[in-house]
């Protein structure tokens, strides 16, 4: 049972209701996005909800078992409101989202709480998106502790790891551009696969501030994991972090990081217990 004011709940009994279901988006960078399904904007709570035509979501499901709740918004893709390139520079990526219900003829009401969380998986399809939200109970999946692992649980520089990353980060400038996914830097004279699995976190350009892992190296060119929103442009800065794939030779080689490997790389793995079960048989 959702709590609502006395009047609300009086409106919500009447033979005939005026609702709108509203929608506030908090990203992380601070920027927060209002919409609503009226036909009108609504000013609510200092905020004007703006109807955007398209947008329209979906019928709200809660269910006992902590599993991912079913509601998802669908909209069109607008400049000025939501872009596609916003959304592939992961601007929505964990944003916090509102969603509420108001009478639409009398705002003074206050409003009804439908659903609080988190944005998910966003997908793109043509000109519109399609926005999973993840309510609350769904934290309670999200696995606490460790396993036991041959590679290393640890992100190359964190708090376990303690590599200094300023030894392995590198400037360079964009001198060949192929795609929104390659490009080529003359300054990166390292060997083939030294970036592979790092990063490159762009200082100036359409896609500054942001960045994007690294799917291969070699031969001065990079090619992304995943496209930049944004055009990638000849004189373009960035910096680029050594890659590593959390495996124990190349963290002693390396990173002469041994002491702080957080894997167990010596644990027999599937094939060496099926031999051992076998000698007993």
């Known amino acids: 049972m959702r709590a609502v004011s006395p009047s609300f709940n009086a409106h919500l009994q009447g033979e005939v209701t005026t609702l709108a279901t509203c929608w506030k988006i908090t990203r992380t960078d601070g920027v927060v996005k209002t919409y609503t399904d009226c036909d009108k904007d609504l000013v609510y709570a200092s905020l004007t909800y703006l ?3 398209g947008f329209t979501p979906s019928s709200i499901e809660s269910k006992d078992d902590f599993s991912v709740d ?4 669908q909209g069109v893709l607008e400049p000025g409101y939501i872009t596609a390139p916003d959304l592939m520079a992961g601007l929505y990526d964990f944003a916090e989202v509102e969603v509420f219900q108001v009478n639409y003829n009398d705002l003074t009401q206050d409003r ?3 659903r609080r969380g988190k944005l998910g998986e966003v997908r793109l399809q043509k000109d519109t998106f399609v926005a999973e939200l993840r309510g609350l109970s769904e934290l309670m999946q999200q696995h606490i502790g460790q396993l036991f692992s041959p590679s290393c649980r640890a992100i190359l520089g964190d708090a376990r790891c303690t ?3 300023a030894s392995f980060t590198f400037a360079g400038t964009v001198n060949t551009v192929t795609s929104s996914l390659i490009f080529a830097s003359n300054a990166l004279t390292q060997a083939a696969g030294y970036f592979t699995g790092g990063e490159v976190q762009w200082l100036t350009g359409a896609n500054a ?3 994007r892992e690294i799917k291969e190296f070699a031969n001065k060119q990079i090619v992304l994991a995943l496209p930049m ?3 990638i442009a000849n004189g373009d800065t960035f910096n680029v972090i050594a890659g590593c794939d959390k495996l124990f030779p190349t963290c002693k080689a390396k990173f002469n990081n041994v002491a702080n490997f957080r894997g167990e790389p010596h644990i027999p793995g599937t094939d060496a217990m099926l031999k051992t079960a076998g000698t007993f048989r």
């Open 209 to 211: 501030g942001l960045r």
């Open 70 to 73: 079913n509601v998802d918004v």
């Open 229 to 231: 929103p944004y055009a």
């Open 51 to 53: 109807s955007i035509v």
């Open 163 to 165: 590599v200094n990353l």
């Open 112 to 114: 009804m709480m439908m």
